[in-house]
């Protein structure tokens, strides 16, 4: 029971480290929704994954290189889709706010990563069926009751985007898109969890071991977002801005959430995958939850929340204590 424990006061603190990734979004100098997109690809989608790669022992090295090309690329493939899924919430995330966006995007995110491999019956049917699915149906309510209570994002981006500033109509569906895609990372690792299993019994550790999925993900999702970022930044004939306004402020910015976009998913790799680990899915789903109440204790220090009435408030605390509620009871085997 310790071990269980143990595992879930680590995917609580992945989501929590991994909700802060947005945080210093709100205090770039004079960049563009582009140069930030790249700026965090290079940091916590290439720079600390390559340096938690260059950090592992060589037998990791060894047995991984016995994982079937096939699954490398597999992963490779969900990463470039995760890609996708983060600039879509990146672009909703200046447009709706930060605690709209986590509730709305990731929730859905959570209910799509606990349920398809079930449905494509990459894991085990969950040992307690009936509190699994309490679980879930109270995340999903307390997520539409957040989602509601926090409609109308703010009036204006947090920053210049290179698709323009699209209607609430427009960003919600696309949250609901990134919210889909994004699962992707959930469902690569619910793929290559017998990859990872097998790297434990040789003797790898829980630190190192997920890195056979998580690495390939990271550089799938690097090519999508430094690929796309450019791409922006050429056709709005700013890419100079990444070396020529405020270069220490933002590049230290990006570094930050380059920390929380690494930090967060190799705590949630060990959480999911030490001894007392829940099943991938679950897993994926606590993490996921948390990282929802994350968001939104932040939306609320950073005053997104400011001038909600009292009845607002108390739904938000009480749909944020439901997500919490959720969480564990899908801990719960």
């Known amino acids: 029971m310790s071990e269980q424990f143990g595992c879930l006061l680590l995917l609580a603190a992945a989501g929590f480290v991994q909700a802060a990734f947005a945080l210093p979004i709100k205090y770039f100098r004079s960049w563009r929704w582009e140069q930030m997109w790249i700026a965090q690809a290079v940091t916590s989608n290439l720079l600390f994954p390559l340096l938690w790669a260059w950090l592992l022992p060589a037998r990791f090295w060894s047995l991984a290189a016995t994982v079937p090309a096939s699954h490398w690329l597999a992963f490779y493939g969900l990463g ?3 890609g996708i899924g983060g600039a879509a919430y990146g672009l909703t995330l200046t447009r709706l706010g930060l605690s709209f966006a986590y509730s709305f995007v990731f929730g859905t995110t959570t209910l799509t990563g606990a349920l398809l491999p079930l449905l494509l019956k990459l894991v085990d049917a969950p040992g307690r069926p009936q509190l699994f699915a309490v679980g879930l149906c109270l995340c999903l309510a307390a ?9 109308g994002g ?3 981006s947090s920053m210049p985007m290179p698709i323009g500033c699209p209607s609430y109509g427009w960003a919600v569906l696309l949250a609901l898109a990134a919210g ?5 990372y959930g469902l690569a690792f619910s793929i290559g969890f017998p990859d990872i299993g097998r790297l434990m019994q040789a003797g790898i550790s829980a630190v190192s071991a997920p890195l056979v999925v998580a690495l390939p993900v990271y550089l799938g999702s690097a090519t999508v977002g430094i690929a796309l970022g450019v791409i922006c930044a050429i056709r709005s004939r700013t890419l100079r801005l990444l070396v020529s306004a405020h270069p220490a402020r933002n590049w230290s910015l990006a570094l930050a959430m380059g920390i929380c976009g690494t930090g967060g998913v190799f705590l949630y790799s060990v959480g999911g995958s030490a001894t007392g680990h829940a099943a991938p899915n679950v897993s994926f789903g606590i993490f996921m939850t948390l990282f929802v109440v994350a968001g939104n204790a932040m939306g609320w220090f ?3 929340l400011r001038g909600r009435s009292p009845a607002v408030g108390s739904g938000l605390a009480i749909s944020i204590g439901g997500l919490v509620w959720a969480a564990w009871l ?4």
Do not use: F, H, K
């Not at 539409?144 to 409609?151: E, M, T």
């Not at 899908?330 to 085997?333: P, T």
């Open 143 to 151: 997520i539409v009751a957040v989602s509601v209570l926090r409609r």
């Open 302 to 304: 950073t005053g997104e």
């Open 330 to 333: 899908l801990n719960l085997r």
């Open 154 to 156: 703010p009036d204006e």
């Open 80 to 82: 470039l889709l995760w």
């Open 180 to 184: 889909i895609i994004s699962a992707s």
